[in-house]
């Protein structure tokens, strides 16, 4: 299983680190992933990090903002979101995959329960 943890409300500018920790099995051979829901919008890709932690890609709204890492000895992949705008505000979810590419196509193996983001202007 994964659980995402983090989110709050916090204003625009702002930072938050969102984790999500596995458990059950060991995710260390999975490419991991971030993604987003807004109200009334799509699950969208956010970022992705590969098994090794080696290469790291983003969509292009977070680029410069936001930075995915993992730590493979505590079994916890983070997303680091900086400089916060109203936009960003939504439900983020990590995810699991056989390889980077199948996260970020959006059909990754395994889906963590989301983490809320809220910001205010």
């Known amino acids: 299983q994964l659980q995402a943890s983090g989110g709050g409300l916090v204003q625009a500018g702002g930072s938050l680190r969102l984790s999500c920790a596995a458990s059950?099995?060991?995710?260390?051979?999975?490419?991991m992933g971030w993604f987003r829901q807004a109200p009334g919008k799509e699950r969208e890709f956010v970022a992705a990090?590969?098994?090794?932690?080696?290469?790291?890609r983003y969509a292009d709204s977070v680029k410069g903002r936001f930075t995915v890492s993992r730590d493979s000895a505590k079994n916890t992949v983070y997303l680091q979101v900086n400089s916060l705008k109203p936009e960003d505000a939504a439900v983020y979810y990590c995810?699991?995959?056989?390889?980077?590419?199948?996260?970020?196509?959006?059909?990754?193996?395994?889906w963590g329960q989301g983490t809320q983001v809220t910001v205010s202007s």
């Open positions: 059950g099995r060991t995710f260390s051979t999975y490419a």
């Open positions: 990090i590969s098994r090794s932690g080696g290469t790291t």
């Open positions: 995810a699991a995959g056989s390889s980077i590419g199948v996260v970020i196509t959006g059909s990754p193996d395994y």
